[in-house]
């Protein structure tokens, strides 16, 4: 899939400056809404993935919405993320998602509301990690 065959219902949004030290490789971010629940449009070029990175209290749950992508938890394989996917991610969970290494990738980041959640960002994804997904 090359970035003219890439089709996302939701806006790119910007250059995702703000996390852009969680990252290898660029993201956008285009928040959808702030409101009771955030909702997050994150899009990763092709070979981007954010760190390592643990919700703690609330949560997050992935909506796959363009692309093909990747979700690891700690200690266990990588799964691929495709279109209609859903990625329930409780609190506590070490993990990172991003991008195939030839495919631009879409999902909307819905963080679970908890009273003094938060996020804690840890190490990269190795490059040996990730060039040994399929």
Known sequence: MNENEFRQIFPLGNKN???????IGQS??????????G???VTFEPGCRNNWHIHHKG???L???AGRGYYQEWGKPAQEMKP????NIPPEVKHWHGAAPNSWFSHLAVEVP???ASNEWLEAVS???YNALK
């Open 84 to 87: 209609g996917d859903v990625i």
């Open 59 to 61: 949560g997050q749950i």
């Open 127 to 129: 490059d040996e990690e």
């Open 17 to 23: 400056e703000a996390f852009a030290q969680y990252f």
């Open 114 to 116: 908890a009273e003094n």
């Open 39 to 41: 909702i997050a449009n």
């Open 28 to 37: 956008y971010l285009q928040m959808l809404t702030t409101e009771r629940v």
């Open 63 to 65: 909506l796959c919405t």
